[in-house]
């Protein structure tokens, strides 16, 4: 009935009955921005107090980290430790001429396999085989048995025994240093303390003798540990004074627990004689964080909690949840995602800290450095208000976060809300009543315009608005339908251009290249860190006799017609033709560990693609050019520039110090003897799988360098004969 007493409306009229609805347009809106302004209030109230907490807490981290490397400083110049660490390199140096009894070793072997690989193979898979673990000088196989496996305290508990009954001058040093050292990590909470040998890297003293004590850090089975990289450190920067750093990582001899490391070079007057390295005080950094596991002093209330996250996106600190409900924790993690094996290690041992994933937009963005509050969903999937911001820690590229759940951070916000829907629920109902058929037939007509657009906008040509009425909206649905029909003709022609520019396209450049340039990309140009390029000029077509040259093409095309196939086929891209020399790569348009060995195999096979060309042609060849065509080719792989080259006639090349040898190389291998030559860098990746002569050193001008050649004479041709790339077939 409505919408046949409104079909002649004009849109003047049409718009007088919208105007009905703008009380309850009015009366949500009020609503609406007095929530809106309640909740921003509050919410700048959060924010401000979340980052006050976490400027407070990221002080007090830095001030620990701080404190640490100040320590370790003061350790390092410290008289005692300087005087320790002379005496246990003397006296370990002496143990490495001791005998060490057969029944010794049996010992230390039966400590790993009844202590020490159960509880490790709990945190890592695979067999653990005590030959990569063993000790391997006398010192450590004599220390390692009167400390470790002799030692009569339980596993845990080794640091108990301060000198072992052998009588030697390590074990009365040992005695004299023991105790202090031991008092000293207990004191400052940390983990280990360790006094490594600078020139040997020999750790000549620990404090809790896990099985990391008395082994090389240079050649042992630790030299990939974060301890082991400690020890480069200090190495590479060994002045007085200066603390390096090594961020969290497994660590074996504490049975894959995460460890981090600091250390420090020991100076006895000007020489460096050892490294003081401590093993990072996780416990510490949670007390800092979480003042003690006490999170209602941190004015964080039920939800809140503040950690630490590295660039990895995985924690340095442990998770509330883990600590205040360990099996609330738990299981959350199956719908975070979290895998089932970092599940089984955060149960195993009892921390977060490298198992919790907290990739999150804020952790990112603080990572790269920013600082800001945003509402996002945390490592728990849950939504939180976040206050993040990196740290300042010399050494580490960490972050900290403090976080508050929604839910609680908004709580107050809920009983207003309540008030205003109430109030906003009456209003709307009668002015819904009012203008509800109003709204119906101004709607319509709207909708059918809208739905066509979408349809148009999503590609869809084949559509036609229909409206009946003689208004204003039925001359928009004849306007639209006619742009419905122009832009399909326009689309149609469109498509019918790109499809014949990109086949213009393809026929010239690479078909990545094409899809970068389909992407708008500005300039198409690379810089390639490792490419296999080959030169390889087909000799023999400057004989050509008489005026028979459309036919040497018509050969030529087809030859390298075949190389083209073979190129694809051994995936080798090629970059173009001049004349009688082909060029191509591999590695430039996507990164291969094997360009080498397939570029090699390339070549190999057009001497036999240029063998059957040769038996196939022989009596065109002899009347054309008076012999067989022959191959020459050089080899070499590094680094090269790749891109297009010029604007309104443009190709794909490369170019390069590589490029340029290559080019070099194939003009000194002789086409008689169909020689490939390369350089001494192909050799060496390619030296078990070809027979290479060595050739003479070629002096090329261009880079002023001598080079030294590798000669593969008359590769194998039948054994490369591949009947897929036939001479002459048509190109798929």
């Not at 407070?56 to 981290?61: E, R, T």
């Not at 906003?424 to 007509?445: C, D, E, G, Q």
Request: proline share 4%; charged share 25%; hydrophobic share 40%.
């Amino acid at each position: 009935m409505a919408g046949r007493y409104t079909k002649d409306w004009s849109i003047q009229s049409k718009l007088l009955a919208v105007l009905l609805t703008v009380g309850l347009g009015s009366t949500l809106l009020i609503s609406f921005l007095a929530w809106e302004r309640f909740r921003s209030n509050l919410q700048g109230t959060v924010r401000d107090y979340l980052t006050s907490i976490r400027t407070s807490n990221a002080n007090q981290i830095e001030r620990f980290f701080q404190g640490l490397r100040n320590h370790i400083k003061t350790l390092a110049e410290d008289r005692m430790v300087v005087e320790a660490m002379v005496e246990f390199n003397r006296y370990y140096d002496e143990l490495n001429s001791e005998y060490i009894p057969p029944e010794w070793g049996v010992a230390t072997e039966g400590y790993y396999q009844e202590n020490f690989f159960p509880r490790l193979s709990e945190a890592i898979s695979g067999e653990l085989n005590y030959g990569n673990f063993a000790p391997e000088s006398q010192a450590a196989q004599y220390l390692q048995y009167h400390y470790i496996a002799a030692n009569p305290n339980p596993v845990g508990e080794k640091d108990k025994l301060a000198m072992a009954e052998d009588g030697s001058r390590y074990s009365l040093t040992h005695q004299r240093y023991h105790e202090i050292f031991q008092n000293l990590i207990q004191t400052y909470g940390y983990y280990d303390l360790f006094l490594i040998d600078y020139r040997t890297g020999d750790i000549v003293y620990s404090v809790y003798k896990e099985t990391d004590y008395a082994t090389s850090l240079d050649q042992g089975p630790y030299n990939q540990s974060g301890l082991a990289q400690i020890v480069q450190k200090v190495r590479q920067n060994p002045e007085r004074e200066v603390v390096q750093i090594v961020d969290f990582g497994t660590y074996r001899p504490s049975y894959g627990a995460p460890a981090a490391f600091l250390g420090a070079p020991i100076y006895n007057g000007p020489h460096v004689v050892g490294i003081l390295a401590l093993q990072l005080p996780v416990d510490e950094i949670n007390r800092v964080l979480n003042k003690g596991g006490n999170y209602g002093t941190t004015g964080l209330g039920e939800t809140g909690e503040i950690y630490l996250v590295g660039s990895d996106s995985l924690m340095r600190s442990d998770s509330r949840r883990l600590i205040e409900d360990a099996e609330a924790y738990r299981s959350a993690l199956p719908e975070s995602g979290t895998p089932p094996e970092n599940r089984r290690l955060i149960d195993l041992f009892e921390t977060s800290i490298l198992l919790q994933r907290a990739d999150t937009g804020t952790t990112r963005s603080a990572i790269e450095g920013n600082a800001g509050t945003a509402v996002t969903e945390n490592y728990l999937g849950e939504q939180v208000l976040s206050s993040y911001a990196p740290l300042n820690l010399e050494g580490l590229n960490w972050a900290i976060l403090s976080e508050i759940q929604l839910s609680e951070a908004y709580r107050p916000v809920g009983a207003v809300q309540l008030y205003l829907l109430i109030v906003t629920a009456i209003i709307a109902a009668f002015i819904t009543w009012l203008s509800s058929f109003v709204a119906a037939s101004f709607v319509r007509p709207v909708n059918k315009l809208v739905k066509g657009m979408d349809q148009l906008a999503e590609g869809d040509t084949d559509i036609e608005v229909k409206q009946n009425s003689q208004d204003e909206f039925g001359q928009m649905a004849a306007d639209f339908n006619k742009t419905v029909v122009r832009v399909r003709q326009l689309s149609e022609a469109l498509a019918q251009k790109e499809k014949e520019n990109e086949a213009l396209l393809l026929n010239i450049l690479p078909a990545p290249v094409v899809e970068r340039l389909k992407t708008d990309e500005a300039q198409v140009a690379d810089s390639i860190k490792l490419a296999t390029i080959m030169f390889a000029r087909v000799s023999g077509l400057s004989l050509i006799k008489g005026d028979r040259f459309k036919k040497v093409a018509q050969l030529l095309s087809e030859l390298i017609s075949a190389f083209d196939r073979a190129a694809v086929k051994n995936q080798v891209g090629k970059v173009k033709t001049n004349g009688d020399l082909y060029i191509a790569a591999c590695g430039v348009l996507r990164p291969r560990l094997d360009s080498t060995k397939l570029m090699m195999a390339f070549a190999v096979e057009m001497f036999s693609i240029l063998r059957r060309f040769n038996k196939q042609h022989r009596e065109e060849l002899l009347s054309l050019i008076g012999r067989e065509l022959t191959l020459s080719i050089g080899i070499d792989d590094g680094p090269v520039l790749a891109g297009i080259v010029g604007t309104d006639k443009f190709s794909y090349d490369v170019w390069g110090e590589t490029v340029s040898v290559a080019d070099f190389l194939q003009m000194h291998a002789d086409p008689e003897h169909s020689e490939i030559l390369v350089t001494p860098e192909v050799y060496e990746r390619l030296q078990d799988d070809y027979k290479f002569e060595e050739g003479e050193d070629l002096h090329f001008t261009e880079i002023n360098q001598t080079l030294g050649t590798w000669v593969l004479r008359r590769p194998i041709a039948d054994l490369t004969d591949d009947p897929s790339i036939e001479v002459g077939a048509q190109q798929q």
